[in-house]
T-cell receptor
Framework: AQTVTQSQPEMSVQEAETVTLSCTYD???????LFWYKQPPSRQMILVIRQEAYKQQNATENRFSVNFQKAAKSFSLKISDSQLGDTAMYFC?????????????FGKGTHLIIQP | NAGVTQTPKFRVLKTGQSMTLLCAQDMNHEYMYWYRQDPGMGLRLIHYSVGEGTTAKGEVPDGYNVSRLKKQNFLLGLESAAPSQTSVYFC????????????FGPGTRLTVT
C-alpha cells in the first residue's frame, strides 16, 4: 500500500511571495503518477499539476511547478508570485498506474493562507 | 457539458436510516470513484468502478454499497447510517486513456445524528 505524507498542516505567506509545499510518499511501485489538488473554501477539488514518475523533467503550469525527486520519494509544489486566490487546502496525491484504476491516495493536506 | 454532478448536495439522516447518493458524469469516462473526506484528513477511497457493471472495494468500504448499472452513473448507498459516516462525499471520474486525471464532483455533505 502507498502512503502520502504532508508535514506542513498550515502555512502562511504574504501576497507575491514564493511558497513551497512539501510532500513525501512511500511506495514499492515503479509506475505511478503524482498530483497536487487545490481545494478552496467552495470545496471543489481542482487539479493543479501532474507528474508522471517516468519523466525526469519537472512539471510546470504557469506559476506552479514541482520538484520531483524520485529516489528520495519527494514531490514538492512551488507557487511563485502567490495571489490571494491561492488561499486553499492543497493535497498531494499518488496514483498507481501499473495495476489498474484503484483510486488516488491522498495526503492530509496543507492549509495555505496568502496574506494581503 | 456539466462534468461530474452529485445529488444531493446536503443531507441529514438519523442513525439507522438509509439513503443513496447519485453521481453522474457526461464525459463518457470508464472509471468512477467514491471518496469521503473527514476533518483533518485527505480524501479516502470507498469504492470504485472500472466500467459498467463492475465495482471494487477501496480503503474504507465498510457500511457502504455501490452500483454502476449505467456507464454514466455511480450510486453510493448507506443501508443503515451511523454517526461515523458523517462526512463529505466526493465522486470522481477519469478516462482510461492513461492520463489518470480525475474530475471531481462538488461533494455531498452528509450528517448522521
Amino acid at each position: 500500500a502507498q502512503t502520502v505524507t504532508q508535514s506542513q498542516p498550515e502555512m502562511s505567506v504574504q501576497e507575491a511571495e514564493t511558497v513551497t509545499l512539501s510532500c513525501t510518499y512511500d511506495t514499492s511501485e515503479n509506475n505511478y503518477y503524482l498530483f497536487w489538488y487545490k481545494q478552496p473554501p467552495s470545496r471543489q477539488m481542482i487539479l493543479v499539476i501532474r507528474q508522471e514518475a517516468y519523466k525526469q523533467q519537472n512539471a510546470t503550469e504557469n506559476r506552479f511547478s514541482v520538484n520531483f525527486q524520485k529516489a528520495a520519494k519527494s514531490f514538492s509544489l512551488k507557487i511563485s508570485d502567490s495571489q490571494l486566490g491561492d488561499t486553499a487546502m492543497y493535497f498531494c496525491a499518488f496514483f498507481r498506474s501499473g495495476g489498474g484504476a484503484d483510486g488516488l491516495t491522498f495526503g492530509k493536506g496543507t492549509h495555505l493562507i496568502i496574506q494581503p | 457539458n456539466a462534468g461530474v454532478t452529485q445529488t444531493p448536495k446536503f443531507r441529514v439522516l438519523k442513525t439507522g436510516q438509509s439513503m443513496t447518493l447519485l453521481c453522474a458524469q457526461d464525459m463518457n469516462h470508464e472509471y468512477m470513484y467514491w471518496y469521503r473526506q473527514d476533518p483533518g484528513m485527505g480524501l479516502r477511497l470507498i469504492h470504485y468502478s472500472v466500467g459498467e457493471g463492475t465495482t471494487a472495494k477501496g480503503e474504507v468500504p465498510d457500511g457502504y454499497n455501490v452500483s454502476r448499472l449505467k456507464k454514466q452513473n455511480f450510486l453510493l448507498g448507506l443501508e443503515s447510517a451511523a454517526p461515523s459516516q458523517t462526512s463529505v462525499y466526493f465522486c470522481a471520474s477519469s478516462d482510461s486513456d492513461r492520463s489518470y486525471e480525475q474530475y471531481f464532483g462538488p461533494g455531498t455533505r452528509l450528517t448522521v445524528t
